[in-house]
């Protein structure tokens, strides 16, 4: 069996969550993982901990009754680091206080804004993440632990990281599943269906409609609203593709859809907010990225091309469409010059 281990990034409010921090590294690495994460926070370590977040396989957040330190924005690294998470497409797991309002006066935020500010972004962390788990004592944590970072592996599995003595085996296994599949296929006839071909297809006629959430920025304030774009594939395969011309690893489709949003999303906004005048942090909804993804690929657009030295699979599009972005952009000069 291999010798592997996984990498959790463990983000809190701060000092007041230490005992929690310890009980959490403790426990995590009798049961095979790695933690990391940065105690203290301040403008000059928060690229520092986007690294540590691009390299892990799993993001736990731990709240208990504070916000925690803010950034100049007034958003808290807590909350910073959670949004990178999501925006990273990493795995996340909470871990939050059963009654935060219950513990200890000294835990709890002194001032009522920044208490509104803690309340909100748990009711948020409550809707938008598929993994919460409460706990009351220390011992219900560490047992909350053991029980569902298992499960995050099944439910979300991931590379992990194998002891170099290890890579022997790890071939082995290679070779053993080839033999494998190998006798599968022969006794079956064929490959099994590529799990990417079951949707319908689309044309680049053809709309998507999604929905994606942004910031928007309004008389000195921001605001988090959802709006519901609609697009047509051409226009979403011109905007892939344009950036996929280079093999990019994987991330690059939430992001380069994300910046779109972050630069066409203003129209939306001012539908529900007439006065507002900038956007920000756009985030398409997960499962309408999977399926763009998949339509991307099966429609042989942009297909998979291997990995870079960091394991990452690495994605570009194909001659095919390269053509037709080149069709594309002569139409779109076409209908300029008319």
């Given amino acids: ?25 403790q426990t995590l690495i009798g049961i095979g993982f790695f933690s990391w994460g940065l105690e203290q926070r301040t403008p000059l370590s928060t690229a520092f901990a986007r690294r540590q977040i691009d390299d892990c396989d799993y993001v736990l957040l731990l709240l208990g009754s504070q916000y925690g330190e803010q950034s100049v924005s007034g958003v808290s690294y807590l909350q910073l680091e959670y949004i990178y998470a999501v925006t990273k497409q990493k795995p996340v797991i909470v871990f939050m206080h059963e009654s935060p309002d219950t513990r ?5 935020e002194s001032k009522q804004a920044l208490k509104d500010k803690f309340h909100e972004f748990r009711n948020q962390l409550q809707k938008e993440v598929e993994q919460v788990v409460t706990y009351r004592t220390l011992r219900d944590l560490e047992l909350a632990v053991r029980s569902y970072m298992p499960q995050m592996l099944e439910r979300y599995p991931v590379l992990g990281w194998v002891r170099p003595q290890s890579i022997q085996s790890l071939q082995d296994e290679i070779d053993r599943l080839k033999s494998k599949l190998k006798k599968v296929e022969m006794s079956q006839g064929k490959v099994d269906d590529d799990p990417f071909l079951s949707l319908p297809k689309v044309t680049l006629n053809d709309t998507l409609s999604f929905e994606y959430k942004m910031h928007a920025y309004q008389d000195g304030n921001f605001k988090e609203l959802s709006a519901i774009r609609e697009m047509s594939w051409a226009d979403i395969f011109q905007v892939l593709s344009s950036e996929f011309v280079q093999a990019l690893p994987e991330e ?10 972050n630069k066409t999303g203003l129209v939306d906004a ?17 499962r309408s990225l999977h399926i763009i993804k998949q339509q991307m690929r099966q429609n042989d657009w ?16 194909t001659e095919k469409s390269l053509k037709h972005l080149k069709d594309l952009k002569l139409l779109d000069k076409q209908i300029t010059a008319f």
Avoid: C
């Fill in 252 to 261: 690059y489709f939430s992001r380069v859809l994300n910046q779109y949003l």
């Fill in 270 to 286: 001012q539908t529900q907010m007439p006065r507002a005048h900038a956007v920000s942090r756009a985030q398409i909804n997960i």
């Fill in 1 to 25: 069996m291999l010798d592997k281990r996984y990498q959790v990034f463990i983000t809190t409010s701060g000092k007041e969550m230490q005992p929690e921090r310890v009980v959490i590294s």
């Fill in 302 to 317: 942009i297909v998979p091309v291997g990995r870079d030295e960091r394991q990452r699979m690495l994605w570009q599009v």
């Fill in 104 to 108: 200890d006066p000294e835990l709890q």
